[in-house]
């Protein structure tokens, strides 16, 4: 080993530094040392000593000497070996003190900066923030986080999330600054951009490489990424109104679809302000069961009999009055409360149903989100046995768009519920992007009829032609139709010609409560007796 080597190593860069105490008790006993010894010179004390002892013999005062000398000699080695002990008591806690500030400022699992340091650097840039030298601040959520993570476990979320971390952090160039936030939200600071040009540009360079599969411990997951970008000066210098419109920007991203990019705009604000606050009640709602089921009549059109309801939900909110589930449900399924709210309207559904006649069969509708979990199958099973509702008397329509999004999940969770009994009906036949051969290799029951086009029936030769070819289509494969939205007489004049089995919308009833049920049937009753 090299001299230099080995002195670096035993005196390192800063051990000669008066703010440390080691050196200052270091210099103290040093210079009581030298102090002494100049004592000892000047004054010639140890012929003196010397001369004393051998005068003063009767007195055994060399014997006195020699253990003062011993005292003196162990007095200082004990106060080295303290001095030494001291040192490294401090070195400790020193090195214990820098690792606490580091890991204050850091997230532990990543090991990026944690959102304390991002708002410290963001302060700093923005302090030298002006129109010319702008400064762009990313917000990034990981897509489909959540339901790996609920599917295979922590550890398997924990690991996607530092390969997400590692990934993002190959791409970015120097002087960028990226952090964890927390949970699966990142966040990136890109000083000094030329134009909005640079952080596109990064946005689609961090979303092609997480587009590219995940494989972590055998499983094999699929992310996006949505990106908000907000810019300063432009966009606000104050760094928690910068990463509030950031977050407001990715909010819109994420309603875009998967991995994709939006710039803050002004108008997001209220937009966002809304939705935050329809989330908020949303989730004291499913904590309280405030949001209920409403039942729509499904009739058979072979003499108009009810042979079944559609569980539909209903949320009348004490602040925000009537909100409808085309708003709250995309909410519920962004915020992960999809599952909670679907298992609670499920089981309340399933009560309800037990008291209708044995022959009517209860409808109920799986978000695509529910339906990429792999368990979801058994879950339903499970309420079924909970709430003694028979597994024939239950029909789960699935969107044509759920299904092809993750087909052999879909494959697994159609195949348990069929097993046992459960009936598969395919909602909004038509609407989404599946080829007829992806649909047809599912076993299903029924198809439904989007009211798109039983709404063209009357207005259209289009409309006629695309149900009949539906109708049809279902025949020739011997599944049962259900048009949705009949609300004329004569569209239901003509799904009776063409062979349509069922019928929902509001010539026959809209939805309603559970305690209105036994008078919806009693009308139609009477409308059948009237009939015949």
Same mark, same amino acid.
């Given at each position: 080993?090299?001299? =230099?080597?080995?002195?670096?190593?035993?005196?390192?860069?800063?051990?000669?530094?008066?703010?440390?105490?080691?050196?200052?008790?270091?210099?103290?006993?040093?210079?009581?040392?030298?102090?002494?010894?100049?004592?000892?010179?000047?004054?010639?004390?140890?012929?003196?000593?010397?001369?004393?002892?051998?005068?003063?013999?009767?007195?055994?005062?060399?014997?006195?000497?020699?253990?003062?000398?011993?005292?003196?000699?162990?007095?200082?080695?004990?106060?080295?070996?303290?001095?030494?002990?001291?040192?490294?008591?401090?070195?400790?806690?020193?090195?214990?003190?820098?690792?606490?500030?580091?890991?204050?400022?850091?997230?532990?699992?990543?090991?990026?900066?944690?959102?304390?340091?991002?708002?410290?650097?963001?302060?700093?840039?923005?302090?030298?923030?002006?129109?010319?030298?702008?400064?762009?601040?990313?917000?990034?959520?990981?897509?489909?986080?959540?339901?790996?993570?609920?599917?295979? @476990?922590?550890?398997?979320?924990?690991?996607?999330?530092?390969?997400?971390?590692?990934?993002? =952090?190959?791409?970015?160039?120097?002087?960028?600054?990226?952090?964890?936030?927390?949970?699966?939200?990142?966040?990136?600071?890109?000083? #000094?951009?030329?134009?909005?040009?640079?952080?596109?540009?990064?946005?689609?360079?961090? /979303?092609?490489?997480?587009?590219?599969?995940?494989?972590?411990?055998? $499983?094999?997951?699929?992310?996006?990424?949505?990106?908000?970008?907000?810019?300063?000066?432009?966009?606000?210098?104050?760094?928690?109104?910068?990463?509030?419109?950031?977050?407001?920007?990715?909010?819109?991203?994420?309603? /875009?679809?998967?991995?994709?990019?939006?710039?803050?705009?002004?108008?997001?604000?209220?937009?966002?302000?809304?939705?935050?606050?329809?989330?908020?009640?949303?989730?004291?709602?499913?904590?309280?069961?405030?949001?209920?089921?409403?039942?729509?009549?499904?009739?058979?059109?072979?003499?108009?009999?009810?042979?079944?309801?559609?569980?539909?939900?209903?949320?009348?909110?004490?602040?925000?009055?009537?909100?409808?589930?085309?708003?709250?449900?995309?909410?519920?399924?962004?915020? @992960?409360?999809?599952?909670?709210?679907?298992?609670?309207?499920?089981?309340?559904?399933?009560?309800?149903?037990?008291?209708?006649?044995?022959?009517?069969?209860?409808?109920?509708?799986?978000?695509?989100?529910?339906?990429?979990?792999?368990?979801?199958?058994?879950?339903?099973?499970?309420?079924?046995?909970?709430?003694?509702?028979?597994?024939?008397?239950?029909?789960?329509?699935?969107?044509?768009?759920?299904?092809? #999004?993750?087909? #052999?999940?879909?494959?697994?969770?159609?195949?348990?519920?069929?097993?046992?009994?459960?009936?598969?009906?395919?909602?909004?036949?038509?609407?989404?992007?599946?080829?007829?051969?992806?649909?047809?290799?599912?076993?299903?029951?029924?198809?439904?009829?989007?009211?798109?086009?039983?709404?063209?029936?009357?207005?259209?030769?289009?409309?006629?032609?695309?149900?009949?070819?539906?109708?049809?289509?279902?025949?020739?494969?011997?599944?049962?139709?259900? /048009?949705?939205? $009949? #609300?004329?007489?004569?569209?239901?004049?003509?799904?009776?010609?063409?062979?349509?089995?069922?019928?929902?919308?509001?010539?026959?009833?809209?939805?309603?409560?559970?305690?209105?049920?036994?008078?919806?049937?009693?009308?139609?009753?009477?409308?059948?007796?009237?009939?015949?």
């Amino acid at each position: 080993m090299k001299l =230099s080597t080995r002195l670096s190593r035993a005196f390192p860069a800063d051990w000669f530094d008066w703010n440390r105490r080691d050196t200052r008790d270091a210099l103290v006993l040093a210079g009581i040392g030298i102090l002494t010894f100049a004592a000892a010179h000047v004054y010639d004390l140890p012929p003196h000593l010397l001369q004393f002892g051998l005068d003063h013999a009767d007195w055994k005062m060399d014997d006195i000497i020699f253990v003062v000398f011993m005292l003196s000699a162990a007095l200082m080695i004990y106060g080295f070996r303290r001095y030494q002990d001291l040192s490294r008591e401090i070195k400790a806690r020193t090195d214990a003190e820098l690792e606490a500030r580091n890991l204050a400022r850091h997230d532990p699992l990543t090991g990026l900066p944690n959102r304390r340091f991002f708002k410290e650097k963001l302060e700093e840039y923005l302090g030298a923030a002006s129109a010319t030298h702008q400064v762009a601040v990313l917000m990034l959520d990981l897509d489909g986080f959540k339901t790996v993570n609920d599917t295979y @476990g922590h550890a398997v979320g924990d690991k996607a999330l530092s390969e997400f971390a590692r990934r993002v =952090s190959k791409v970015l160039r120097k002087g960028t600054f990226l952090a964890r936030m927390g949970g699966d939200e990142f966040a990136i600071i890109k000083p #000094e951009i030329a134009s909005l040009d640079d952080p596109t540009n990064l946005a689609r360079r961090i /979303a092609a490489t997480v587009a590219e599969p995940f494989v972590i411990e055998n $499983v094999t997951a699929d992310f996006g990424v949505g990106i908000g970008i907000a810019i300063a000066p432009d966009d606000g210098v104050d760094p928690d109104e910068l990463l509030r419109r950031a977050d407001r920007a990715l909010y819109r991203a994420k309603t /875009a679809g998967r991995s994709s990019v939006r710039f803050f705009e002004s108008e997001m604000d209220a937009h966002v302000e809304r939705r935050i606050q329809i989330e908020r009640e949303l989730r004291c709602a499913i904590a309280s069961d405030s949001i209920v089921p409403h039942y729509q009549p499904l009739v058979s059109l072979d003499g108009n009999r009810v042979i079944g309801f559609e569980a539909l939900a209903r949320w009348q909110s004490k602040s925000l009055g009537c909100i409808p589930p085309d708003v709250f449900i995309p909410i519920a399924e962004e915020a @992960g409360l999809i599952h909670s709210l679907s298992t609670r309207l499920l089981r309340r559904a399933c009560l309800d149903a037990s008291a209708w006649p044995d022959t009517f069969v209860l409808a109920f509708n799986v978000s695509p989100v529910q339906l990429r979990d792999p368990t979801l199958g058994l879950r339903i099973l499970s309420i079924l046995g909970q709430t003694g509702l028979s597994p024939h008397r239950l029909e789960i329509e699935i969107t044509e768009s759920a299904l092809v #999004e993750n087909i #052999e999940i879909a494959r697994t969770v159609i195949d348990e519920l069929r097993a046992a009994g459960v009936r598969i009906a395919l909602d909004d036949f038509g609407t989404g992007y599946a080829t007829l051969s992806q649909l047809l290799s599912f076993h299903l029951d029924k198809i439904k009829i989007d009211r798109s086009f039983v709404s063209r029936l009357d207005k259209s030769e289009d409309g006629r032609v695309i149900v009949r070819a539906v109708l049809g289509l279902a025949k020739g494969f011997g599944l049962t139709t259900t /048009a949705e939205g $009949v #609300e004329e007489p004569e569209q239901l004049a003509y799904l009776k010609a063409n062979g349509c089995t069922e019928g929902q919308g509001y010539l026959f009833s809209k939805a309603v409560a559970a305690a209105d049920i036994p008078a919806l049937l009693l009308r139609h009753a009477r409308l059948d007796c009237a009939a015949a």
